[in-house]
């Protein structure tokens, strides 16, 4: 495992190359925002290394977020920045502080300013992301995903939504009207596993991105469908163009389907033969 710890000092909006409310809306748009930071030093940092985000500001001293390097600069060891996707940031306020830091993660070097590009040993990577875990917000919408973060980047695949699958309100709506059966296998939580699976089910955006310009006003009740994880995951496996619902329910009837043989005469009686033999 490798990881790395950027530090931002909110007193020092130069020191970053991002705005903080401007990553928070498109982190709830898509899920993730790119991002590009300066290095102190030119590191081989390889594409997929968790990054920490660490605050350094007077007041505000502590864990703010995680995201994961997109550009590999072991490549190019002459660049001084680093690329990566932030895939969660704290609100502002709300950071993890410098105090359940402190003992659990000995090697964070707080006096550093900033931290640009630290890595972290082994250890203390393993004890900051048992600290997040403890800390960071889990999905309202997708309890089931893990928190960014928690796990390595190698242990996950990222699964792209848009920011239709993210709305609270169109998601209440949607379910509403459609209920919370999987609109392709019909699968529904809480028949399965009584009151732990009540109204859980994930939705999915089902106007094709060429068709979404400016003018475009979501339906809930008609550009949203319930999916379960698995129909969800498996729509979102094709891009730019999710499969539709109809075309998974085909998928599942093709992947079911038994081909099946007309006996002959002959064949018919050499297994009625048979039978009588085995006394079946």
Known sequence: MTAI???????????????????????????????????STHLAIPAGTDVWLILQGAHERGLLGHGIATTDTSAD????????????????????????LLHRVPGLDWESNPI?????ATN??????????D?????????????????PASALTRVSVNRYERDPEARRQCIA??????SVCRFNFEDAYGA????????????????IDADYVLDPLTDLVPLC??????????????????ELRRLIRASTHMEGTVLSPEELSAQENAARILGT
């Open 5 to 39: 710890v950027l530090g931002w000092n909110p007193d020092r909006w130069d020191g970053w190359q991002f705005a903080y409310t401007p990553v928070l809306d498109v982190l709830h748009d898509t899920g993730f925002a790119s991002v590009r930071c300066p290095l």
């Open 77 to 100: 060891r002459s660049t001084s920045q680093v690329t990566f996707d932030v895939d969660l940031l704290l609100p502002r306020g709300e950071h993890i502080p410098e105090t359940a």
């Open 116 to 120: 640009s590009g630290t890595l972290l």
């Open 124 to 133: 203390d990577e393993q004890m900051l992301r048992a600290v997040w875990a």
């Open 135 to 151: 800390h960071a917000p889990s999905s309202e919408i997708d309890p089931v995903d893990p928190v960014p973060g928690t796990l």
């Open 177 to 182: 009207h459609q209920g919370t059966s999987c």
């Open 196 to 211: 732990l699976g009540h109204g859980f089910i994930q939705v999915h955006h089902i106007v094709p991105v060429s068709q």
């Open 229 to 246: 994880p698995n129909c969800h995951a498996m729509a979102h496996s094709r891009t730019p163009a999710p499969y539709s619902p109809a």
